[in-house]
């Protein structure tokens, strides 16, 4: 490490930095354009003149009915809170048993599980749609939870399942000499040492979530009374892909409350994904 | 006595494992499982997705009309899906090693770098698409910027080899932060004691990263591949956001055709079988990927 010369220092630093730049221009230009009138987003698109930066567009987004930003935050909200409840909630009991039972029906049943994983979401959405019509959930909040959720129980019961595996069984045995039950075990010895891995599932299953456009846009249905952010972004924007006074603002109005919670838990989500990694 | 009190209590605890897993089973079964299995069945019948109308059995006649393609709409969405799978993941892998050499060292600047590298991932790929639409579109921020200052503008997504390029240039710019961070996370295990010798022997870097950095990753480098591939397999809102898929069908992806051709138009056994050819490529890509990593990788034990 000694060797490095300051030259070399100074060029990578440099690259470094007009790589972070080519990331950066996207956003700079959607954030000054939120704010111009259609004429000066196409003369200048890059500037900004004081004189006629205006909020005028971000409001009328914000009012805009075919993306109502509040109800769409708080159905997205409620996706992301309600998938990862019946998501981890299901699979923190069932990888439990099968780290804890090594049978082979119950090895069967982790390799059953982890098939999953290689099922696309979107691909086998169009015959999901026919057993959520068949149980009467098509068009439904739970039934798109409970599909979202299906198709986040392979990976994060497979994680679980590994981490589990890593905690000395004795702990289990000595509550269980001491009187307590599976499921008192469970989540009061078990579960509570899940933590790091519990904030994986959960962190790697709301990004999947919260940027979901397919299940909700096929399984509520356009019509819906129900709008995520994605689906509510593509009703207000993918007719009017050209008027940028709506484009603009109205993918601001959707990035910045993720991008602030980026800034904020940065090393969580990033973390979170390379120790999923390294597991799964 | 004794015999049947150990079998009941086998029973039981047998049945209490069972209840365990019985919810993330039921879940996972009915909505997974069973899709899966609708779709491998859909897939041989012809239905129109109308509950009143039952599928009509027609044998392997979808997977024949995909494979004969009559008129020529599936091959070009074929070979759009598999440009982006290998060129794409050629290039996220290549810049996500590539800038994970240079952001190896943790430091405060790396650190923020790391962060700006990855940030397009937590933003929904549709959102993604929307936005560079709007900057490279006809009308768009760049072509202005050209007309402005007197020069012709480019057929970014107006010319089909154009879109092309532009979309797995917007993939690959949305994409590889992911595997940036699993090249950091390989990186972080290879011993630096190794590295620091290969370096006394007189290996220069290239050297050094040739037979000691590149050969401790081979683990990592399997899970990037196999997992930018199973992705770009399947790369469906960015199109819906960038292009719609045009012009023409020049962007067109298979996951495109199976939702927004098939799906839409109510060939839903056409769709399904469309689909699950899908998963027995991505599966057998995968397993191909792996089987010839595994080579690789037993070097990696041996350096490691």
Known sequence: MTRTTPIRTAFRVGLVAVLSIAMLVPMYIMVVNAFKPQQEILLSPLGFDLATLTTDHIAAAWQNTSFPVVEGYAVTLFLVLACNVVAIGASVPAAYTIARTPTPLFRFLLFFFVAGMFVPAQIILVPAIFVLKALGLMGTLPGLVLFMSSTMIPFTLFIFSGYIRMLPRSLDEAASIDGAGRQRILWTIVFPLMRPIVATAFILNALSAWNDFVSPQLILGPGSQFRTITTGVYAAVSTYTTNYEIVFPTLLLAVVPILLIFVLMQRHIMGGLSAGAVKG | ?304
């Open chain 2, 1 to 304: 006595m004794a015999r049947t009190t150990t079998t009941r209590r086998g029973l039981l605890s047998g049945l209490a494992n069972g209840l365990m897993t019985l919810p993330a089973a039921v879940v996972y079964t009915g909505l997974t499982v069973v899709p899966v299995g609708y779709a491998v069945y859909y897939s041989f019948t012809q239905y129109n997705g109308i509950p009143s109308q039952a599928p009509t059995w027609v044998g392997w006649e979808n997977y024949a009309r995909i494979i004969a393609d009559p008129i020529g709409d599936l091959r070009p969405a074929a070979w759009v899906t598999l440009v982006i799978a290998v060129v794409g993941a050629f290039l996220v892998n290549g810049a996500a090693l590539g800038i994970a050499m240079l952001l190896r060292r943790t430091t405060a600047f790396n650190t923020f770098a790391r962060a700006v590298m990855f940030y397009p991932h937590v933003l929904s790929a549709l959102i993604v698409g929307f936005l560079w639409q709007a900057i490279l579109g006809p009308q768009g921020a760049v072509n202005n910027l050209l007309e402005n200052a007197g020069q012709s503008t480019l057929p970014f997504l107006a010319d089909p080899d154009w879109a092309l390029v532009t979309l797995v240039g917007v993939i690959v710019w949305a994409q590889f932060g992911v595997q940036l961070v699993l090249y950091l996370a390989g990186l972080q295990a290879v011993s630096p004691e190794l590295q620091e010798a290969a370096r006394l022997d007189g290996a220069n870097g290239p050297q050094v990263f040739r037979h000691v950095t590149w050969p401790a990753l081979a683990p990592t480098v399997t899970v990037t591949i196999v997992t930018s591939i199973l992705s770009l397999l399947k790369v469906y809102d960015v199109v819906l956001g960038l292009t719609n898929g045009g012009p023409g069908d020049a962007t067109q992806t298979w996951a495109y055709e199976i939702l927004a051709v098939s799906f839409a138009n109510n060939k839903v056994g056409l769709a399904c079988a469309q689909a699950v050819l899908l998963v027995v490529v991505a599966g057998i890509l995968s397993f191909t990927i792996i089987a010839l990593r595994r080579r690789a990788e037993e070097g990696a034990e041996a350096v490691g």
